[in-house]
C-alpha cells in the first residue's frame, strides 16, 4: 500500500529532476571551454545533479512507504537540506561565469534550492 504524495513534494520531485537535467545539459558547454575554470564548474556541475537526482529518489521512495518512519521522513528533509545547499552554491559560481546558459541555470537551480527548502515533515505527509 503506497500513500498519497503531497503536491509540494510531487513539484520538488521534478524541479530536482529539471536541474538535474540542466546540469547534464550545461555539462557539455562547460568541457567545450577547456579552461581551468570551466573544467572546475564541470565537477561542480556533476556533484549538484547527482544530488539533484539521489534528493528526488528519497522522496520518490519515501512517499511509496504507506507509513514512512518519521526517521525516514527525517532524512528525506536533510537531504533536501544539502540539495538547496549544493544548488545554491552552483547557482552562485554558474552566475559568476556570466553568461546567458549559465545564469538560466542559475536561476533554475535558485528555484530548486528554495523548494527543497520548503520539504519538511509536514511537506511530506499528506492528510
Same mark, same amino acid.
Given at each position: ?5 503531497? /503536491? ?10 529539471k536541474?538535474?537535467d ?54 528525506c528533509? +536533510?537531504?533536501?537540506?544539502? #540539495?538547496a545547499?549544493?544548488?545554491?552554491? /552552483?547557482?552562485?559560481?554558474c +552566475? ?13 537551480? /535558485?528555484?530548486?534550492?528554495?523548494? #527543497?527548502?520548503?520539504? /519538511? ?7
Amino acid at each position: 500500500m503506497t500513500r498519497q504524495m503531497t /503536491t509540494e513534494m510531487q513539484q520538488c520531485i521534478d524541479m530536482c529532476h529539471k536541474c538535474h537535467d540542466m546540469c547534464e545539459q550545461t555539462l557539455s558547454h562547460c568541457m567545450e571551454q577547456r579552461s581551468d575554470e570551466s573544467m572546475q564548474m564541470s565537477m561542480v556541475l556533476i556533484s549538484c545533479a547527482d544530488m539533484c537526482r539521489m534528493c528526488a529518489d528519497m522522496m520518490m521512495r519515501c512517499s511509496s512507504m504507506a507509513k514512512a518512519s518519521s526517521d525516514m521522513v527525517q532524512m528525506c528533509v +536533510r537531504m533536501c537540506g544539502m #540539495c538547496a545547499d549544493m544548488c545554491d552554491m /552552483t547557482a552562485e559560481m554558474c +552566475r559568476r561565469m556570466e553568461s546567458r546558459e549559465m545564469a538560466e541555470l542559475a536561476d533554475v537551480m /535558485t528555484r530548486c534550492a528554495a523548494m #527543497c527548502r520548503q520539504m /519538511t515533515p509536514q511537506a511530506m505527509q499528506s492528510a
